[in-house]
Antibody, heavy 126, light 111 residues
């Protein structure tokens, strides 16, 4: 079964750090781009970060640049989001999602963000 | 950065009737390869989001054919030919041309 399972969320004080993990199974993780998407309470979806299959190319939402770092370990079929200097506005459910299926994302390899995890909740509060 | 604007933000619908959601981008999403880099997603209550339409008009696997996507460049539409009660949820467009950006979302609810 194709599956993504996030972990690592929790309650953290402003200025603190958390590392989210996303464990992938049932597909060739090392072939896929991967995204992190978040949803603040009562708000819409917000894309956060994107990483290429080999981890060399990364894209990050402007408001989290310099604070959040996306990474992956293909040997462990795992995606990560290191979050530093957390702010109250970072409070959200964080989802990982499977993205394009090849390093060079031609249209024939793209099916949308077609697999999502159940999300992990991050609460930034004193 | 590309800004995505959806309308309406709230859409009361009647089962059996058609419905449509609009999405406009601040820059053209039409790539030189002829594809529009625009997806549609739905988030049903208590669930993770799921893809409905990718690259403008391609229906994702398992999505009922009452859902269709149209448009090109900067103006896109998600159409539901006959709304069913199970279609209640929040609908989002997502541009995937330059990193990714979601629209604000449209809440679809039964009248």
């Amino acid at each position: 079964e194709v599956q993504l399972v996030e972990s690592g969320g929790g309650l953290v004080q402003p200025g603190g750090s958390l590392r989210l993990s996303c464990a992938a199974s049932g597909f060739t993780f090392s072939s896929h781009w991967m995204s992190w998407v978040r949803q603040a309470p009562g708000r819409g979806l917000e894309w956060v970060a994107l990483i290429q299959p080999d981890g060399r190319e990364k894209f990050t939402l402007d408001s989290v640049k310099g604070r959040f770092t996306i990474s992956r370990d293909n040997a462990k079929n795992s995606l990560y989001l290191q979050m530093n200097n957390l702010r109250a506005e970072d409070t959200a459910v964080y989802y990982c999602a499977r993205d394009c299926s090849k390093a060079i994302c031609y249209p024939i390899y793209y099916y949308g963000l077609d697999v999502w995890g159940q999300g992990t909740t991050v609460t930034v509060s004193s | 950065d590309i800004v995505m604007t959806q309308s309406p933000l709230s859409l009361p619908v009647t089962p059996g009737e058609p419905a449509s959601i609009s999405c406009r981008s601040s820059q053209s999403l039409l790539h030189s390869n002829g594809y529009n880099y625009l997806d549609w997603y739905v988030q049903k209550p208590g669930q993770s989001p799921q893809v409905l339409i990718y690259l403008g008009s391609s229906r994702a696997s398992g999505v009922p054919d009452r859902f269709s996507g149209s448009g090109s460049g900067t103006d896109f539409t998600l159409n539901i030919s006959r709304v069913e009660a199970e279609d209640v949820g929040d609908y989002y467009c997502l541009q995937v041309l330059q990193s990714r950006t979601f629209g604000q979302g449209t809440k679809v609810e039964i009248k």
